[in-house]
T-cell receptor
């Protein structure tokens, strides 16, 4: 079946602009996660959704970052007033069931470049 | 001390050999453990999950967990050049952070013909 999909695959923006990144999880997966990966920082957790609610937002680096999920499916990560340090690959993952026992399956990522 | 530590490598093994990848972690209450493979320019791919002490085998892969020693490993038997990638160890510590996976920095594996 279809895996996790993300769009756009690449995004180049100017400092100070807002960006929206989209994630479509695997059909039937109730849990959805956002991570980012940058050189020297490894994979960094951002936020976890169970259904439409986000019980763990502990990884969001600042209040410029927000995310929502609607219909228990698609999620959007929004970064306001982008900064150069926001440049990274943003990865979405989903899992069937809760995060403790279910492996997370990653999408291809969105490469964000802030000029 | 980092939460999840891996030797960055590179680890180089000949084709057909056993590759052994190791990971230690600091949080004793960590509950679930995962190994991911990441090819250059691609996203992580789930290989194995392990939750209880002992060995778990899946094809050429064996994951080993020792919670007393806070150690998890991945063995790749009959290594192939196509196994050349970065291998990421990840764990879920449960508790208030039960939603997230914490990743190590990864070990680069090179399998040479």
């Amino acid at each position: 079946g279809a895996g996790v999909s993300q769009s756009p695959s690449n995004k180049v923006t100017e400092k100070g602009k807002d960006v929206e990144l989209r994630c479509d999880p695997i059909s039937g997966h109730t849990a959805l996660y956002w991570y980012r990966q940058s050189l020297g920082q490894g994979l960094e957790f951002l936020i976890y959704f169970q259904g439409n609610s986000a019980p763990d937002k502990s990884g969001l680096p600042s209040d410029r970052f927000s995310a929502e999920r609607t219909g228990g499916s698609v999620s959007t990560l929004t970064i306001q007033r982008t900064q150069q340090e926001d440049s990274a690959v943003y990865l979405c993952a989903s899992s069937l069931g809760g995060p403790l026992l279910a492996g997370q399956f990653f999408g291809p990522g969105t490469r964000l470049t802030v000029l | 001390q980092k939460e999840v530590e891996q030797n960055s490598g590179p680890l180089s093994v000949p084709e057909g050999a056993i590759a052994s990848l190791n990971c230690t972690y600091s949080d004793r209450v960590s509950q679930s453990f995962f190994w991911y493979r990441q090819y250059s320019g691609k996203s992580p791919e789930l290989i194995m999950s392990i939750y209880s002490n002992g060995d778990k085998e899946d094809g050429r892969f064996t994951a080993q967990l020792n919670k007393a020693s806070q150690y998890v490993s991945l063995l790749i038997r009959d290594s192939q050049p196509s196994d050349s990638a970065t291998y990421l160890c990840a764990l879920n510590a449960g508790g208030t952070s039960y939603g997230k996976l914490t990743f190590g920095q990864g070990t680069i594996l090179t399998v040479h013909p």
